[in-house]
C-alpha cells in the first residue's frame, strides 16, 4: 500500500492518547531529563506555522532522550489569564473563562495533530483555581518574607519580629524602603499592632507603595514596560501615560547581585545573558547629598559612577515625577514645570530611556551646593531621569558627559572642565592619562586615587558614601484587571492582611461588566457580596507574569491538592534541563522566574538556584507575503484588471498583499482568487505563459499581510510528520528564516521515497531476512552517528538533509534488509514519529510503541574503508566497477579481474597482452 499518511497519523496519535504513551514516570530508575515550552497564551487566532518551531525541536530531543534509556518529563498547558480575552469580554460580554476554553480546545487540537509527545496528565492552566492556588500561597511567602543581607537570603517575618522584640532596629541589615525607623525592643512592643503592621510593610519582599506607571485610560489597567510601545499599548494600540499609583510590588532588587552572578551558572546564549546583566545594571559609585538651602527638606541625594568628576557639576536634575519637585518648584517656574511634567506622562518609560537626541527640561526656581566647595547649583527636571532609578535624580555634569553636554548647551548652563583633555564633548574617559584640574583638592591626581580622595571626603562630611546600585527596579505586581489571579490580602484600617491559607484559592467573582468602575475601581469592584469578613479585598489582580514564574514545578507534581509539587517529586526532577522558547522574554518571565525560584530555595522550597540548566532561543519563521498587481489607471486610480509579476514593468501598477494560502508555488488560484473577496469576482487577468505569477517578500507574519500559513492546511495536505521535517529542514533553529511553502514538496517526496524501501513496485510490504551488505551498514551507521551529534548539538536541520542522503544511497543499493531498516525506523522515529511507528509494526516488532525502544549502537568498524570500487578499463575505456578489498597486493588484484565473470563477458574472448594494477587507484587491461 502506498504511504497513506492520513490514516497512519490519525491511528497513531490515538494509540499514543489511549495508551498515555509519553506518561512521565515520578519514581524511575533510569535517569531524569526535563525538556519545557514555554508554554502559550492560547489566542483565538490559533497556530500558525511559525508557533510550532520550537516545539518540534523540543518534541525531537525529548523522543531522542527516551530512545537514549531516559525518563522524560516533556509536559505542556496554558498560561491561559490575559489582557486579550479579557478585552474580548469587554466588547461582547462573554465571560474571558468561555473564550479561554474555546481557545485551548483549538490550541490542543493543533497540538495533537502534530504529533508532539506531551504528557498531556499533567497538562497545567493558570487560570484554573487549583493552578493559581498556589500562585496565591507563594505570594503569601513572599508576603511574609524579608531579606537578610548577612545571610544573604530571604527568611520569615517572624524571625525579624523576634529581632525587634528582642533587640529593637539595631543590626537589622535589611533590603527594604529607604526610610525605616530606629527603635528599641522597647519602642517596638510599645508600638500598636497596626504600627507594627505598617513598618514591617517596608520590610517585606512584597510590599505597598506609591510607583510611577505605564496607565492607559483606555485599557484601565497598568501595563508592563514591553506591553508599551512608542508610548502606546501593544494590545489595542491606545496612547499610555505615567500615572502614581498605590501598588503592589516585589523586591527583585533584593535579588539583583544573585541575579547577575547566576548567570555564570547556566548554559544559556549570550546575547539573552548579556541582555539580563544589562537590565540588572550593576554600577560600583557613591551616594552624594545636595544640601538645599532655601526648602524643608535638607538635601537631594544622588547616585553616581562618577564621584570624581563633583567639582564639574553645574545643576542637578530632578526626574518630573520625583517626590520634591512639588515643593521645589517657585511660584514663578510652577506654569512650566506642571507644563513639562504634562507633556512627561505621555510617554512610556521606554521612550525616555532611549531618547537620546530630544533636549527637554525645565528649570525649578530652586537650587542646591556642591557639598564640597559650596556652589550654588539650579534645580532642573528632565524627561530623561527616571523617578525609579538611584534616586531619581543626577548630578549634570557637561564636561563629562554627552547628554548632560547637550542639556547644558541647548539651556546655556556653564560647562566647567575637569580634566586636561582637550574635547569637553565626549565623555571623560577615567582609562584616559588626563589629571584633574579645576580643585585643589584632587588636582594632579589619577582616576582611581581622586575617586577614593572625594569618597573619604563625603564620608567625613557625612555627605556621602561608596555605594554599588542596580538599574533593576522592584517589580509592580499589580494590574486593574478582572482576568487574572485574585490578591489573596483584604484591608483592615488601611493595612493589608493575608487570607488564611484555608481561605485558598481565593476565587474571582462574577461580574457584571468587565470594566472599571464608575468611580474608576478595578473592574472587581463590581463584584456583589465579595467581602472578607474582616475587611476589603484588593481589587487589582495579580500581573500575567505572575503564574508562570513557576509552572515548571507544577508539572512536577500537577495534581497535588496539598502541596503546589510534593518534595519528592521535586527532588526528583529538580529543574528544568532543556527551556526552548523566545528571546523576548528576556527581561520578564526568564527574569522574574529566576527570582521566584531563588526565593523559594531561600525558603527550602525547591532543591536547585537555577530553573533552567539549558535554554536555547528559537528563531522567529517570517512570513512569505505574495503580491498581485492591479494595473492603475491614468488618474491614479486602480482597476480591475491584474498583470502578472513579470510583465507588469510595461504597466502602471499598485501592489496589493494576497492570500498565501490560495497561491501554489508563486502562481495565483485565479478563480480562488476571484471568490476571495467579492470586488474580485469579475477581475480580468494578464498571464504569462497561461498562468498568473505572483510578486515575493519576506515580511513578518501576520494577518494584515495575508500570509499565515494555517498547520492545519498543510497538515491536510502532507501530514504531520512533513511538516515536522520541514520545519526543521528550512535552517538552523536559532535563527530566523522565511516560510516558504514552495519547498514542503521535496519532504513529502522524502518521506514517500522512505517508505518504498519497505516495498515493492506493487507497494507489497516486502523485506528480507538476508545479511546486509558492507555498503549497507555503512550506510546505516552513518546516519546512526550523524544524527546522535546533530540532536545533541541541536542541529536538526543538517539531519534532514542526511536522512535524505542515507535513503537514496540505500535506494540505491536496492536495500530491503530488516537489520538495516529496523535501526533506520529508530532513528528517523524523532522527527517523523508516525511513518516510523507504522513501519515499526509492518517490520514484526512487538505491539505497541517504539518510544522506550533503544536507540541504536553506533559500530566505527563499519565506516573503515577496507574495501575499493576499482574501476575496471579495457583499452583505456572504463567497462564496469569491482569491490576489491584494499589488503589484496597488485598480483592479486590481477589475479581475481583476469577471472572475474563481469570482465570476461567485455573481453568477449580476446586474449589479454597485459593488466596495469594501480593500487587503491584503477586496474586498466590491454588487449
Known sequence: MDYQFKKIEQDWQKFWADNQTFKADNNSDKPKYYVLDMFPYPSGAGLHVGHPLGYIASDIFSRYKRLKGFNVLHPMGYDSFGLPAEQYAIQTGQHPAITTETNIATYRRQLDQLGFSFDWSREVRTSSPDYYKWTQWIFMQLFNSWYNKDADKAESIAKLVAHFDQNGSAGVNAVCDEEVASFTADEWKAKTNEEQQAELLKYRLTYLRESTVNWCPALGTVLANDEVKDGFSERGGFPVEQKKMNQWSMRISAYAERLLQGLNNIDWPEPLKEMQRNWIGKSTGASVRFPLADASVDYIEVFTTRVDTIFGVTFVVLAPEHELVAELTTPEQKQGIEAYITQTKKKSELDRMSDTKTVS??????????????????????????????????????????????????????????????????????????????SDFINGLDYKNATATVVAKLEELGLGKAKINYRMRDAIFGRQRYWGEPVPVYFKDDLPHLISEAELPLLLPEVDKYLPTESGEPPLGRATDWKHPDGEYELSTMPGWAGSSWYWYRYMDAHNANEFASKDAIAYWKDVDLYIGGSEHATGHLLYSRFWNKFMKDLDLVVEEEPFKKLINQGMIQGRSNFVYRLVDAEGRGTNTFVSNGLKGDHKTSALHVDVNIVDNDVLNIEKFKAWREEYADAEFILENGKYICGVEVEKMSKSKFNVVNPDDLVERYGADTLRMYEMFLGPLEQSKPWNTNGIEGVFKFLRKFWKLFHNNDWEFNVSDTEPSKAELKALHKIIRKVEEDVERFSFNTSVSSFMIAVNELTDLKCNKRAILRELVVVLSPYAPHICEELWVLLGNPAGSLSHTAYPKYNASYMIEDDFSYPISINGKTKTNLNIALSMDPAAVEAYVREHADVQKYLAGAPIKKVIVVKGRIVNIVI
Do not use: C
Not at 365 to 392: H, M, R
Not at 408 to 433: C, G, M, R, S, Y
Open 361 to 438: 527640561g525645565a528649570f525649578t526656581g530652586s537650587y542646591v551646593t556642591n557639598p564640597l566647595n559650596g556652589e550654588k547649583i539650579q534645580i532642573w527636571i528632565a524627561d530623561y531621569v527616571l523617578a525609579g532609578y538611584g534616586t531619581g535624580a543626577v548630578m549634570a555634569v557637561p564636561s563629562g558627559d554627552q547628554r548632560d553636554y547637550l542639556f547644558a548647551k541647548h539651556f546655556n548652563l556653564p560647562i566647567v572642565p575637569i580634566i586636561d583633555i582637550q574635547n569637553i564633548e565626549t565623555e571623560a574617559d577615567p582609562t584616559k592619562e588626563g589629571k584633574y584640574i579645576n
